[in-house]
């Protein structure tokens, strides 16, 4: 067997790095860390990127597409891409107008009928004997109305001097914004030269990969962008179905804060399946400052609406949009929060997609076929 130096010399290289990972592992998994932090902007653009292309191809498609003039030609990525940063932005205020202002309205009514509340519980359960005579004692002699501001002062010095909160905000605020604005344009580089890079980077895969590998890569980075698409939108869709249907449900039961609570669930119902147990929580809790009966009327309604969506709308509008079948986008929901929790959820499904379409078309492949 002829031995060739070069195959000796990577076995080499190869050996050497490996050892030198086993030996400095702590360290190396530390500068990726710090590495990945560093470029967290980046990364975050690149998400916000792919997110806005959605919208921003929406639009493209239906911006003069008929018209072969230069100036409908030159404008069309800058318009299309405002047009949808100006979508989000829209999106999110409109969320953010429906929900802070009823919720923090609803928090200054929680203590300030907090007292009141606790006072006639206390009695309550005297009158019924459940206590003992000492605890019922003990619970009637306290001032419910000093001890809630007592608590309100122990919950904002936790925070620490008027002086360190300042401090840490402004530098929280900061470094979120300049963050948020290196994302953003990173975001903005990505989506004007799409084209580019993509030519870019399949000149790199054919100049460094083999072709039967060029196109197992080519072909498994379609499947997934597909994929992704397919539940983004999807999602996004059910999510607005499910909101407006708490909306007009709750309208029709006559229960408050409807389109508040209704913003919320279908917002948090973009986490898949349990995401909408998130809003009602919180949405039974501010009926629940209303009304207790009209509290339990919600939740009642909730269950059933989350098991018409869990069973029905979900698997359908993100099932079907992804060609998974119900029961393993369940499956796959489950198994992702199990492992990764919400994030996890969210990547779980369009994963499971994607590897079950490869898989399908591995098995219907000919025998024959490479």
Known sequence: MKIEWNHCFRLGVSVFLLYLCILYWNDAVGFVITLLGAAAPLWIGC????????LMSFYERHYFVKSNHSAAIKSRRPVCMAAAFLTLIAV?????RLVVPQLSSCIQLIF???????????????SLNILPETVAHTLSAVDWQSKTVQFLQVLTSGFGNVMDVVI??????????????LSTIFAIYLLIGKETLRRQCNRLMKRYLKPRWYDKTIDLLSVLNDCFHRYIVGQ?????????????GMLLLRLPYAAMIGAL????????VAGAYL????????????SPVKAVIFLIFIVVLQQLEGNLIYPRVVGSSLGLPAIWVLAAVTVGGGMMGVFGMLLSVPLAAAAYRLLREDIHKPSGAA
Do not use: K, Q
Not at 47 to 54: F, H, P, S
Not at 265 to 272: E, N
């Open 47 to 54: 998400v916000i990127a792919y997110l806005l292309n959605i």
């Open 92 to 96: 999110i205020a409109l969320i953010l």
């Open 112 to 126: 300030a009928t907090l007292p009141d509340t606790l006072a006639a519980l206390t009695s309550g359960l005297e």
């Open 168 to 181: 840490r905000t402004i530098s929280t605020v900061f470094s979120g914004f300049v963050t948020a604005l």
């Open 236 to 248: 996004c869709t059910e999510a607005v179905i499910l909101g407006l249907l708490c909306i007009a």
């Open 265 to 272: 669930v279908g917002f948090t119902a973009l986490i898949p």
């Open 279 to 290: 809003g009602a929580g919180v949405g039974a809790f501010m009926i629940l400052t209303v």
